[in-house]
């Protein structure tokens, strides 16, 4: 048989600001990719639409301009402060890695999915916030609604919970 160069997998990982991704993150550099690997890690945050308030919307109240961007830039800032967090964890588990991060505006599932396609991904990596079933019926499960639509592996990474006693 002859030797076959280990392919490049392109490993996108969905982040955001609860500890769940990070998890998530933590877990796929320790068990995914391997050191000296040609892998490329994708680093995807999606930004949340936000609300838009007009004076149509029975409040009677318009955002000024200089409101409407101190809000942008407070969600750009979390955006950042995301990112940043997920590229030191990076740098700490395999500093061999290489790691790509994209921001993207819109609702999560959709996002991730779009990107996912997109960028040709080989693996999609996420999180489980572990709802139960009657918060999944109301607020939907990002990672069941990915899993339902791309054309990749998914692999739902689930933080496992304290043990009753520890802290």
């Known amino acids: 048989m002859a030797d076959v160069a280990a392919k490049e997998r392109r490993i996108l990982v969905a982040i955001d600001e609860g500890e769940e991704s990070l998890y998530a993150l933590t877990w796929c550099l320790k068990n995914v990719i391997t ?3 040609k892998d490329t890690l994708i680093l995807l945050y999606a930004k949340p639409p936000r609300a838009v308030y007009t004076a149509l919307d029975g409040t009677g109240y318009l955002f000024s301009s200089d409101i409407m961007a101190t809000i942008n830039k407070y969600s750009n800032d979390v955006a950042d402060r995301v990112i940043e967090k997920a590229r030191k964890i990076c740098r700490e588990q395999n500093s061999d890695v290489k790691v790509e991060a994209r921001v993207e ?9 779009e990107t996912v396609e997109k960028l040709g991904v080989d693996v999609l990596v996420m999180g489980s916030h572990g709802y139960g079933w009657i918060k999944r019926v109301f607020l939907g499960s990002v990672s069941n609604h990915c899993a339902q639509h791309v054309k990749c592996p998914v692999l739902i990474v689930k933080k496992p919970k304290p043990s009753v006693g520890s802290k």
């Not at 505006?105 to 999915?113: A, E, L, T, Y």
Request: glycine share 8%.
């Open 35 to 37: 050191k000296n690997s």
């Open 105 to 113: 505006n819109g609702d999560p599932r959709d996002v991730i999915c």
